[in-house]
């Protein structure tokens, strides 16, 4: 079974540049999840969405951050414009609405995004 | 909110030798908690899980009991190696499906 794949894996921006990461989830998981992990820090949820609808963005800054996930399901998290404390690995991650594992959520390798 | 609290690290140890990492944590409920292995340029993966008071979870080695009464997961291994070298995040799931990490504790295993 495939993992859940990202790209790019590695991203270097100049602050006030857009950029845009991708994440195809593992087939038939139904919940996606993008987190921000700071150097040091543990993952933070950005946006989760179940199917293509958004459960929780509560944490995700609005003004700068968008993402979408069409069909239910690839997923786009796009920053615009991005500032010097994006720095960050974006992680996503999928997991099924059922079964033994609804619990778990598998993740992906990671964009590292360095804003210079 | 929820919250989880790590043992700050950097850990270094030996080969062979004892390996506890505490993580304690405060819910809503009676969350499922997890703790994941992060190897160097990886994502996070699951080492292992419990979901109800006094489960115990293992795996490759390592376990943690869910202890409600100290809302506490502890990871132990008896005897770690090179290869165990990694993050190693502790995490809740609540209710509602959300997760809250800890900030992650190195482990360093020397030979």
């Known amino acids: 079974e495939a993992g859940v794949a990202q790209s790019p894996r590695y991203k270097i921006i100049e602050k006030r540049q857009s950029v845009a990461f991708w994440c195809n989830p593992i087939?038939?998981?139904?919940?996606l999840y993008w987190y921000q992990q700071i150097l040091g820090q543990g993952p933070k949820l950005l946006i989760q969405?179940?199917?293509?609808?958004?459960?929780?963005d509560s944490q995700l800054p609005k003004d700068r951050f968008s993402a979408e996930r069409l069909k239910g399901v690839d997923s786009t998290l796009k920053i615009q414009p991005a500032k010097l404390e994006d720095s960050a690995v974006y992680l996503c991650a999928s997991s099924p609405a059922q079964g033994a594992d609804y619990n778990e959520q598998f993740f992906g390798p990671g964009t590292r995004l360095t804003v210079l | 909110g929820d919250s989880v609290t790590q043992m700050e690290g950097p850990v270094t140890l030996s080969e062979e030798a004892f390996l506890t990492i505490n993580c304690t944590y405060t819910?809503?409920?009676?969350?499922?908690l997890f703790w994941y292995v992060q190897y160097p340029g990886e994502g996070l993966q699951l080492l292992l899980k419990?979901?109800?008071?006094?489960d115990k979870g293992s795996n490759k080695g390592f376990e943690a009991t869910y202890r409600k009464e100290t809302t506490s997961f502890h990871l132990e291994k008896g005897s770690v190696q090179v290869s165990d070298s990694a993050v190693y995040f502790c995490a809740l799931r609540n209710y509602a499906g959300k997760s809250t990490f800890g900030d992650g504790t190195t482990l360093t295993v020397k030979p």
């Open positions: 969405f179940q199917n293509n609808g958004v459960v929780d």
């Open positions: 419990a979901t109800k008071a006094d």
């Open positions: 819910a809503t409920g009676y969350p499922s």
């Open positions: 087939s038939g998981h139904a919940t």
